[in-house]
């Protein structure tokens, strides 16, 4: 590839590589670094404090996967939390049952056990994959809101099926009287009483790689062909088609990547310290609150929805401080509150469809995303 | 014949717009399909380029028969349709636009080339390459939706009322190019309701009524016609 080539050739005007930017593979670089400096510090910044970074890392892969979809595409799915509730469900039971059936234990693991959690997050996030596939395949053919009303109703069913899952076994012993088929059918997750103990895999170095791997393949997606044809389909699908998008496929596909970055958030959440997996974490209203971040992002930028995220998760947090002067009861109200403030003033998100470093460039896209 | 249409039905619901629709590009040429409000003009080109399926009837492109085939994968095979009302994408920025129009193919010289032969054509966009393309005049988007249509190499470009909504200098210059890019070697089947200046610059024509075609010939032929005259170029 000649030199003159590239100067004629698309790549170099194409938004988001202008000269004089930052480079952008700087931000995940940073959320990796930090990710190592998180692992080396050995979470000396307090329970509490670390609490709180694990949550938000969890939210923030949770609302950048989800802008795939709800930005990208311009499809709006609000059943998020439902491809989360599948990830997590599906790496804990192997987690779970994996380490019970070998080490007779879940708890009290060493740090030798620590890389099982990635072939955990891998295989929790292809069995959300596949979910959104089967969710996504009839419903994205249609346009309109369709698939808003699918994926509601996929949470909601997924919820209730979850409240009808058998009770957790907590022994080997146990393990082998239901044998391998009882495990599975219907799946031994606990049911309404949820899904405790299982291994404690999750820390900050892994949460900040994924926060890292989701940031770097949805940036590297949003400026790809394949990733402008998605934005393509948002702004205009006939146009879109007509340009030789295959506007099904590609719809599908997006709601697939999102769906399995939402199982590698469920599986950190579910391998988490101190949590127990509950029916209700498939439900709507934790859907709610991914697509908060993304709206409030801007539907459309991926440092957008991470910044809301921090911003949602933070809000959250630092409301629980009115505890202290005994108005708690105020707390979501207040959190309503400032969620409209933030809407009425910025209705097109923080950013819009753009990204953090394009305010730094020369501001040449007038129109400014929308 | 680069594309010929047998004997086409489409049905919207349980209503009829195109009854019976025949008609035949030759390779090179231009052909116009024109016709009042609701005569099917729109359907008959949404009906080849496979955005909606006819309920009778074959198209043929290249000698393939392309009936019901959808509108994304006619791009490759060089049937490129620019939707009515232009479909532009507003929130990307102009050159986006343009690298989405070649969105199918991957020589990647071939794409410069064309880019920079489109940008020649229609130099207002050069300037504009990095503005949203919603922040364009309604002139400057269609000369975008063209020139990313062009990106696509198309050998048969249908282009649905290109002149709509703009002012008459624009219309002028918008037909100049559409005859330049014929000039190319590039197909393109038009669908117009400013009836004069497509029999102007098409070779053939044919007049669609109530879903029917009523009339067909060489455009010249048609603008002298008596019917043609009154109904459709005031006088």
Known sequence: ???????????????????????????????????????????????????????????????????????????????????????????????????????????????????????????????????????GLPSLRLRGDYLAIVTLGFGEILRVLLQQTDRQRFSSQEMSEVGLLGLIVPPDVGGASGFESIPKLTNLAWVYLMVGAVILFAIRLKYSSYGRAMLAIREDEIAAESMGVNVTRMKVRAFMFAAFFAGVAGT???????????????????????????????????????????????????????????????????????????????????????????????RDRTGGGR | MLLSVHDLDVHYGAIQALSGVSLEVEAGQIVTLIGGNGAGKTTTLRAISGMIRPTRGRVMFDGREITSTPAHALVSRGLCHVPEGRGIF???????????????????????????????????????????????????????????????????????EPSLGLAPQLVQLIFTIIREINGTGTTVLLVEQNAHMALAVAHRAYVLQTGRVVKSGPARQLLEDPDVKKAYLGG
């Open chain 1, 1 to 135: 590839m000649g030199e003159g080539l590239e100067q004629l050739s698309h790549v170099s005007d194409r938004a988001g590589v202008g000269a004089g930017m930052i480079p952008r593979w700087v931000a995940p670089c940073v959320v990796v670094a930090f990710a190592f400096v998180m692992y080396a510090s050995g979470g000396f910044v307090g329970d509490y404090a670390s609490r709180v970074m694990l949550d938000t890392g969890i939210m923030m892969i949770a609302a950048v996967s989800l802008t795939i979809v709800n930005g990208f595409t311009g499809q709006f799915s609000i059943g998020h939390a439902a491809f989360m509730a599948i990830g997590g469900y599906v790496s804990g039971w192997l987690t779970y049952y994996g380490l019970l059936a070998t080490l007779g234990r879940t708890t009290d693991l060493g740090a030798e056990h620590g890389w099982l959690l990635l072939p955990a997050a891998i295989i929790g996030g292809l069995a959300a994959a596949g979910a959104g596939w089967l969710v």
């Open chain 1, 268 to 362: 950190l959440y579910a391998h988490q310290p101190g949590t127990l997996l509950r029916p209700a974490d498939a439900g709507y209203a934790r859907s709610f609150d991914i697509v908060i971040m993304v709206v409030m992002g801007g539907l459309g930028s991926i440092s957008g929805a991470t910044l809301a995220a921090i911003v949602v998760s933070l809000l959250n947090v630092g409301l629980l401080e009115l505890a202290d002067y005994g108005a708690m009861k105020w707390r979501m109200p207040i959190f309503a509150l400032l969620l409209i403030l933030i809407m009425i003033f910025r209705p097109q998100g923080l950013f819009g469809l753009r990204e953090i470093w394009d305010f730094f460039r020369s």
């Open chain 2, 90 to 160: 507003a929130n990307l920025s102009v050159s986006e636009n343009l690298d989405l129009g070649a969105y199918c193919r991957h020589d990647r010289l071939g794409i410069a080339e064309d880019r920079e032969r489109a940008l020649e054509l229609f130099p207002r966009l050069r300037e504009r390459l990095k503005q949203n393309a919603g922040t364009l005049s309604g002139g400057e988007q269609q000369m975008l939706a063209i020139g990313r249509a062009l990106l696509s190499r198309p050998r048969l470009l249908l282009l649905d």
